[in-house]
């Protein structure tokens, strides 16, 4: 039966990228009744530092995000990462098991270390992929829905299963599926379109952050950078026009529809028509959820509540998971 398991790093606020490319079709997956387990990856994200009030408030603000965008807490698990000890266990054993060359591939490692000095990078930044590897098999998860930025993440975790099965002579952990679907699974900047929108990106107009209200989130859009031509018949004519295309997918996306689609109906119309229509449509969309995360935030107690159930739920099926990776690797359990 399959299971699925996914996780976004309150290392900052949730983003269009996030929503689109993952959370959006995280509630799409519960809705269908798959079993659905959700996680605040808390250990990754202070692989760079986090201020500790911070993270903290920032992991209470995702959780309400996932609320408000649709994740039922009762139907999915979750919680927070660090809430469940066999996340750190695991990335241990799939520590020994992967190799730093593995590790030292790994385009994202590549990027933010790119022209600085790597040495001074945290030592977690560079085993990341295995911590993500064991959240996944922790869980014995089958599929994996993310964004395009995670496929190579994914690749990786397979070839951890795959080694670990191999080196033990088991067949214990599951070759994971990655899900990259939709019209949006690679959200640009709204600045540069050869750019991923990015919780990290110094301008604020790059992104619409989830907690943007309605004027900040149409102005956003009216400021997105685009060329002069107007919209062209086919997706074929967005080739070589990253900021069109990029605006298009959005709103594909938010409006459950394909990039073809939309094409079709604004067809030789210009950004002074399409950009309010796309302002008009993500503001319908995502001003609900924003209100009903400001609501939610006013009760911390009460995210704190849902994330521990989460954390009780999530540990009631990793446990016997972790204690057979103990049996399996060779470690005395007699207590
Ligand atoms: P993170 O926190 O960077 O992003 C969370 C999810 O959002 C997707 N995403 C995007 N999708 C489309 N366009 C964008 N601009 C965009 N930006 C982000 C990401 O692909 C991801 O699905 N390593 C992961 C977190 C993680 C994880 C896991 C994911 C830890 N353990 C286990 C899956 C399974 C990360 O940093 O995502």
Not at 99 to 123: F, I, N, V
């Amino acid at each position: 039966t399959p299971r699925i398991f996914s996780g976004i790093q309150p290392s900052g606020g949730l983003t269009l990228g996030n929503y689109l490319g993952a959370l959006k079709r995280f509630v799409e997956k519960q809705d269908e009744g798959i079993e659905t387990i959700y996680c605040l990856v808390d250990l990754h994200a202070i692989t760079v530092w986090q201020d500790p009030e911070r993270l903290r408030n920032q992991t209470r603000e995702a959780a309400a995000g996932f609320i408000a965008a649709g994740i039922d807490p009762k139907r999915s698990i979750l919680f927070n990462q660090s809430q469940v000890p066999g996340h750190a266990q695991l990335a241990w054993i799939f520590n020994c098991v992967a190799r730093m060359g593995w590790m030292g591939r790994m385009t994202q490692w590549k990027d933010k270390t790119a022209g600085k000095d790597a040495e001074k990078a945290s030592l977690g930044l560079f085993a990341y992929p295995s911590l993500m590897a064991a959240d996944i098999l922790l869980y014995h998860a089958t599929h994996v829905p993310v964004g395009e930025d995670q496929k190579q993440h994914l690749e990786l975790t397979r070839d951890i299963a795959i080694k670990f099965n191999h080196d033990y002579k088991v067949d214990f952990f599951p070759v994971t599926e990655p899900v990259i679907e939709g019209a949006a699974t690679r959200v640009m900047s709204l600045r540069d379109g050869s750019k991923k929108m990015s919780k990290s990106d110094p301008s604020d107009a790059s992104r619409i952050n989830l907690t943007d209200d309605a004027d900040t989130i149409a102005q956003k859009f009216r400021k997105a950078r685009t060329d002069a031509e107007p919209l062209p018949e086919t997706v074929a004519g967005l080739k070589d026009r990253p900021e069109a295309r990029n605006l298009v997918n959005i709103y594909a996306a938010l409006a459950d529809t394909s990039a073809e689609k939309v094409v079709a109906d604004f067809a030789g119309q210009g950004f002074g028509a399409f950009k309010p229509a796309l302002a008009d449509l993500a503001v319908a969309k995502l001003a609900p959820i924003a209100d009903e995360m400001k609501r939610l935030m006013a009760d911390p107690a009460e995210i704190d509540r849902i994330l521990g159930d989460g954390a009780e739920r999530a540990n009631a099926i990793a446990e016997p998971i972790l204690n057979r990776t103990y049996d399996i690797v060779g470690m005395i359990r007699s207590r």
